[in-house]
């Protein structure tokens, strides 16, 4: 049931992302392009035809694979933080019997900006 929620919510979401894309390559305010290549990027986990499209946008635009590969780096490492401090948070908390939802943080779970 999980994995179904998940696996639903990405493709809401990635294909949100192409809506607002598309949406935006027609309006002044959002960055279409930008929405676009995001909703392409999380639907790549899921659909053939997007990876393989990602996969030729990289090969044609190489300046922008290079930083579109940063930036899928620097998402990967701050989702495996904060995922990584919640169940740290969560193991804590049953060894010290606090519920999550009256827990103070310490300064020890906060962590500076690199």
Not at 1 to 21: D, E, P, S, T, Y
Not at 86 to 112: H, I, L, Y
């Amino acid at each position: 049931m999980n994995a179904r929620l998940k696996r639903w919510g990405v493709l809401l979401l990635g294909w949100g992302f192409i809506l607002v894309g598309i949406a935006g390559l027609f309006l002044p305010v959002i960055q279409g392009i930008l929405c676009l290549l995001i909703g392409l990027f999380i639907l790549s986990g899921e659909y053939v035809w997007a990876h393989k499209l990602l996969g030729k946008l990289k090969s044609r635009f190489p300046k922008i694979a290079a930083q579109f590969d940063k930036a899928k780096e620097k998402s990967e490492a701050w989702i495996s933080r904060t995922l990584h401090r919640e169940q740290k948070t969560s193991v804590n908390d049953r060894q010290s019997g606090v519920s999550s939802e009256c827990r103070v943080p310490k300064a020890d779970d906060v962590k500076p900006r690199a």
